[in-house]
Structures are given as structure tokens and as C-alpha cells.
């Protein structure tokens, strides 16, 4: 199985500030790589796909970037509505399609 | 407009079963893969099975595997997932989820695996 590694775990920052979160993978999966947002007691979103692909309706201050092993998800003005928790996810080799373990980003 | 819901959870003793649903509407459901994805509770997310359009592939994480079956009606328009001996760790909100790339996400439905 591919092992996906999210860092930091969690990250306090404040509204206006950019924010990168980075996702590594246990072996090279290409740009088989998405990224969630999950609000406390919702459904997760999908923000990212194919490691660099805006899903449709998302802002554009969201994005992906990466390729192989090592991925990244920025943020760049946070916004009130950005706090969240952050999940990555590769769908290169299933099963399973594993998810990273979380990065909760809370306000500073 | 896409709406995934799932039904059929509830509370259940460690060692029985459960049946998830999942209805969907909004769009062409027998072109897309189906998805089920788990959240115990204060815990992250954990991919649990998916399936074909057809049916004729599917697919479990390890810790289910034997004791969960993925399954699908493409005239009903619906996913389902049989859950048998039931596991303490088990306990979880269940998601239904369209693709592989997830881009649609039911509102979830809790099963609770307790004597």
C-alpha cells in the first residue's frame, strides 16, 4: 500500500497569511493526487484533483502543485472560511486509495 | 444537481450486520465509479471500498475485506454496503462518495458498533 504523510499536522495562521501544506507518498504515484477540505460535522470537498486541477466552484487562492513523491497544497490569503481540516489522497494504486492523516489549520 | 444520501446506519452489537444505502440522483450514475469512505469519530478519513461502473471490479481496504461487500443497482440508482461481524472499530460516520476522485460526498451516516 502507499503510505501518504501530511505535515504539519496542524498550523495556526491568520487570516491574509499564506499557507502551504505538503503531502508525501511512500513511492512515486505521478499526479494521482487529491486534496479535501472537511469542516467540523460536514462532508469533506473536494478541492484538488490530478495534484494541480482547481475543482470546479473553488477559489482560485487554492493550489496544488507536484508530481512523483511529494506534493503541495497553498493557500495564498487565507480567508475566514479556509479554517478547516486538510486531507490528501492517491488514487494511484488501489486498493486502497489511501488519505493522508489530516492537517487541521486553525486560526491564529 | 448531484445528491448522494445514505441511510441505514444505526446502533449494532459487536458481531452483527448492517446494510448501507446510498441513493443518488443528479446525474448518470451506472458512468461512475462508487466510493465509501469512513470517519471514526475525532479520527481522520479512511477509504473503505469502491466498485466499477459495472460491478464487475471491486475493491477493499484490508481490515474489511471478508467481512464487507461493496455492491451496486444501476437501475435503482443506488450503492449499498453489506457489513457483517461487525468490530468495536468499526464504529464510524459512513460517506458515499462519486468517483475515485471523490467530487461528490453524501451528508454521511453513523454506524455504532457497541454492546
Known amino acids: 500500500d502507499i503510505q501518504m504523510t501530511q505535515s504539519p499536522s496542524s498550523l495556526s495562521a491568520s487570516v491574509g497569511d499564506r499557507v502551504t501544506i505538503t503531502c508525501r507518498a511512500s513511492?512515486?504515484?505521478?499526479?494521482?493526487l487529491n486534496w479535501y477540505q472537511q469542516k467540523p460535522g460536514k462532508a469533506p470537498k473536494l478541492l484538488i484533483y490530478?495534484?494541480?486541477s482547481l475543482q470546479s466552484g473553488v477559489p482560485s487562492r487554492f493550489s496544488g502543485s507536484g508530481s512523483g513523491t511529494d506534493f503541495t497544497l497553498s493557500i495564498s490569503s487565507l480567508q475566514p472560511e479556509d479554517f478547516a481540516t486538510y486531507y490528501c489522497q492517491q488514487t494511484y494504486s488501489t486498493p486502497p486509495d489511501t488519505f493522508g492523516q489530516g492537517t487541521k489549520l486553525e486560526i491564529k | 444537481e448531484v445528491q448522494l444520501v445514505e441511510s441505514g446506519g444505526g446502533l449494532v452489537q459487536p458481531g452483527g450486520s448492517l446494510r448501507l444505502s446510498c441513493a443518488a440522483s443528479g446525474f448518470t450514475f451506472s458512468s461512475y465509479w462508487m466510493t465509501w469512505v469512513r470517519q471514526a469519530p475525532g479520527k481522520g478519513l479512511e477509504w473503505v471500498a469502491n466498485?466499477?461502473?459495472?460491478?464487475?471490479?471491486?475493491y477493499y481496504v484490508e481490515s474489511v475485506k471478508g467481512r464487507f461487500t461493496i455492491s451496486r443497482d444501476n437501475a435503482k440508482n443506488s450503492l449499498y454496503l453489506q457489513m457483517s461481524r461487525l468490530r468495536v472499530e468499526d464504529t464510524a460516520v459512513y460517506y458515499c462518495a462519486r468517483g475515485r476522485q471523490l467530487d461528490y460526498w453524501g451528508q454521511g451516516t453513523l454506524v455504532t458498533v457497541s454492546s
Open positions: 466498485m466499477i461502473q459495472d460491478g464487475s471490479a471491486k
Open positions: 490530478a495534484a494541480s
Open positions: 513511492q512515486s504515484m505521478s499526479t494521482y
